[in-house]
Every structure is written in structure tokens, then in C-alpha cells.
């Protein structure tokens, strides 16, 4: 095996210092600047979202308590609308009642006065009734002969009114 030939060993470690050293510098000069950029980039990158994730977390939670006081206020809105909703209605209510009442008592009035009027017309009719219908008995009882009929009727109704 070549590699353990005493005789090769200074020229072997000489080529060995060489490739360590260009690989050295190589590595130093081109690739580690580059990977520490793409390090550096990564971690400019990585802050930067996270502060946009901070801001967009700020703004969310603005927007959602705008939106909470939002919708406490169309609550408010809404509550105040009910209730003066609920008093119009009830003053309308209240008018339209006191109408009808008004309109029960006035039809109650006539209701009572076409009763007292009919008892007054049935009453007088009844007057009328019962004096000829006495006069007819006693015409039939007596006889139309002896009684005069402005007699019979004054006799009648003067036994009625008593």
C-alpha cells in the first residue's frame, strides 16, 4: 500500500497541508460569508415576520374590540328603538282604546234610549189594548146599548191609572 511507504510521507503531508489549507480558505473566504448572509437573512426574514405577526395581532385585537363595542352599541340602539317602539304603540294603544270606549258608551246611550223609547210605545200600546179589549167585554157583558163608548173608555182607563 503506497499510503504506508515511509519514503512518501513528506511529500503526502506536504499535498495534505496544501488541500487543508485551499480548502480552508476556500471554505473561510467564499462558503461560510454565504452561509452566515443566508443566516443573517433568514433571521432579518424571521423578525420581520414576527413583528408583522405582532402588528397584525395588535390590529386584530383593535378590530375585535371595535367590533365588540359595535355590536354593544346596535344593542343599545336596538333597545332604544324597542322601547320607544313599545311607548308609541301603548299611546296609540290608549287612544284607540278610549275611542272604542267612547264609541260602546255613545252606542250604549242610543241602545238605552231606543229601549225606553220602545217600553213608551209598547206601554201606550198596551194602554190602548187593555181599553179595548175592556171595552169589548164590557160591551159584550152590558151591551152597547147602555153604555156611551166616551164613558166606557174614561171608566177604563181611570180603573188603570189607579
Same mark, same amino acid.
Given at each position: 500500500? +503506497?499510503?504506508?511507504?515511509?519514503?512518501?510521507? +513528506?511529500?503526502? &503531508?506536504?499535498?495534505?497541508?496544501?488541500?487543508?489549507?485551499?480548502?480552508? *480558505?476556500?471554505?473561510?473566504?467564499?462558503?461560510? +460569508?454565504?452561509?452566515?448572509?443566508?443566516?443573517?437573512?433568514?433571521?432579518?426574514?424571521?423578525?420581520?415576520?414576527?413583528? =408583522?405577526?405582532?402588528?397584525?395581532?395588535?390590529?386584530?385585537?383593535?378590530?375585535?374590540?371595535?367590533?365588540?363595542?359595535?355590536?354593544?352599541? %346596535?344593542?343599545? #340602539?336596538?333597545?332604544?328603538?324597542?322601547?320607544?317602539?313599545?311607548?308609541?304603540?301603548?299611546?296609540?294603544?290608549?287612544? =284607540?282604546? #278610549?275611542?272604542?270606549?267612547?264609541?260602546? !258608551?255613545?252606542? @250604549?246611550? =242610543?241602545?238605552?234610549? #231606543?229601549?225606553?223609547?220602545?217600553?213608551?210605545? %209598547?206601554? #201606550?200600546? &198596551?194602554?190602548? &189594548?187593555?181599553?179595548? &179589549? !175592556?171595552?169589548?167585554?164590557?160591551?159584550?157583558?152590558?151591551?152597547?146599548?147602555?153604555?156611551?163608548?166616551?164613558? @166606557? =173608555?174614561?171608566? *177604563?182607563?181611570?180603573?188603570?191609572?189607579?
Amino acid at each position: 500500500m +503506497p499510503q504506508l511507504d515511509f519514503a512518501t510521507f +513528506p511529500s503526502q &503531508i506536504l499535498w495534505l497541508f496544501l488541500t487543508f489549507a485551499v480548502l480552508y *480558505i476556500v471554505m473561510a473566504k467564499i462558503a461560510l +460569508p454565504k452561509l452566515a448572509n443566508a443566516i443573517e437573512l433568514r433571521r432579518d426574514i424571521i423578525a420581520r415576520d414576527l413583528e =408583522e405577526a405582532e402588528n397584525f395581532r395588535d390590529e386584530s385585537e383593535k378590530a375585535q374590540i371595535e367590533y365588540e363595542n359595535s355590536i354593544k352599541e %346596535a344593542h343599545d #340602539k336596538s333597545n332604544e328603538i324597542t322601547k320607544k317602539t313599545k311607548e308609541k304603540l301603548s299611546v296609540q294603544f290608549e287612544k =284607540e282604546r #278610549k275611542k272604542v270606549e267612547e264609541d260602546n !258608551s255613545k252606542k @250604549i246611550v =242610543e241602545a238605552e234610549s #231606543k229601549i225606553l223609547s220602545a217600553k213608551n210605545v %209598547a206601554l #201606550k200600546q &198596551i194602554d190602548s &189594548i187593555a181599553t179595548d &179589549i !175592556s171595552k169589548t167585554i164590557v160591551e159584550k157583558l152590558v151591551g152597547d146599548k147602555g153604555l156611551k163608548a166616551n164613558n @166606557i =173608555e174614561d171608566n *177604563i182607563k181611570l180603573s188603570i191609572n189607579s
